[in-house]
């Protein structure tokens, strides 16, 4: 295992303090500045996961309401709101210094058979065929300003290949449509629960960014003010994160400062696994 890879698993390892609060670490995600918005979800999920021992959840609803201070810790308090014979619902609020930063709602199922139907896996290169995240920021590394340097090359806990990957520095107006293949080796003999976390913590990745591809945006431009709004998820399949998964993402629509994203997410050999809903933050910057 990585200690990328061991890094992110103590952050979604939270400590608990009472019956129903719970405290995450801060620092150590994919930003030094504020912490990453799929670690909060990710951990405020984790809070939610501690006090529903028997049920997996199907879906949450998440509100970024204050940028997170990584030099903090972050405390989680869960409101146990129902306790159903299906279904079991939880509230979560993520605080620092007194001030909510985030509200998560999540709701639990228990394993029913129904009717199924899905859309098909979209037709893009296979992982093998593409060259890793990796591998393009330490070709455009010499070209990212000294202090930031570390930070863009850094090792990350999740292999990441980009379909049409955009040059960071140089970028071109193209389709919102944005295809990645992700995985994380480590997941690897995880539970259920932690699979789920897991996958929350990467829903985050390059989901807004669909909404800056048609503008020739990308956060290494100081153009734009981003920042996540609200997200959404809803598991509809287990979850194995150490095997490849397609999320498939884009951008409907743009206006008004903000940005509206989806995702989907595919095994390789095609099965549905999640939905993802996200608007953001995309407001010009004015000299």
Same mark, same amino acid.
């Given at each position: ?92 609020? =993520? ?5 909510? /930063? *985030?509200?998560?709602? #999540? &709701? ?81 003999? =995880? ?5 789920? /976390? *897991?996958?929350?913590? #990467? &829903? ?84």
């Amino acid at each position: 295992m990585t200690d990328a890879a061991l890094i992110l698993l103590n952050l979604l390892d939270l400590e608990r303090l009472d019956r129903n609060l719970y405290r995450g670490i801060g620092s150590g995600g994919e930003t030094p500045t504020r912490i990453y918005g799929g670690q909060v979800i990710a951990q405020a999920l984790a809070a939610a996961y501690a006090t529903v021992p028997d049920r997996l959840c199907h879906s949450l609803h998440a509100y970024f309401i204050r940028a997170g201070d990584p030099s903090l810790p972050v405390i989680y308090e869960v409101d146990p709101s129902r306790d159903g014979g299906s279904f079991t619902t939880r509230r979560v609020v =993520a605080m620092q210094n007194g001030k909510q /930063i *985030l509200n998560l709602a #999540a &709701s639990f199922h228990i394993s029913e058979s129904g009717w199924q139907h899905q859309h098909s896996i979209p037709n893009v290169p296979e992982p093998d065929q593409l060259v890793s995240r990796a591998e393009q920021h330490s070709q455009h590394a010499h070209r990212i300003e000294s202090s930031q340097r570390t930070e863009f090359t850094r090792e990350r806990p999740f292999e990441i290949r980009e379909v049409d990957p955009r040059d960071p520095l140089n970028p071109v107006e193209t389709s919102d449509i944005n295809h990645m293949w992700i995985r994380m080796e480590a997941a690897k003999g =995880a539970n259920p629960q932690l699979q789920h /976390i *897991l996958m929350a913590y #990467a &829903s985050d990745f390059g989901l807004l960014g669909s909404a800056l591809r048609p503008h020739g945006l990308t956060w290494y431009r100081p153009e734009a003010m981003t920042a996540s709004l609200d997200h959404t998820m809803w598991f509809h399949a287990p979850v194995h994160f150490e095997n490849w998964h397609l999320y498939s993402m884009d951008s409907p629509f743009a206006g008004g400062g903000r940005g509206f994203n989806r995702g989907s997410i595919y095994t390789q050999d095609g099965q549905l696994v999640a939905s993802v809903a996200q608007e953001g933050l995309m407001r010009p910057l004015r000299s």
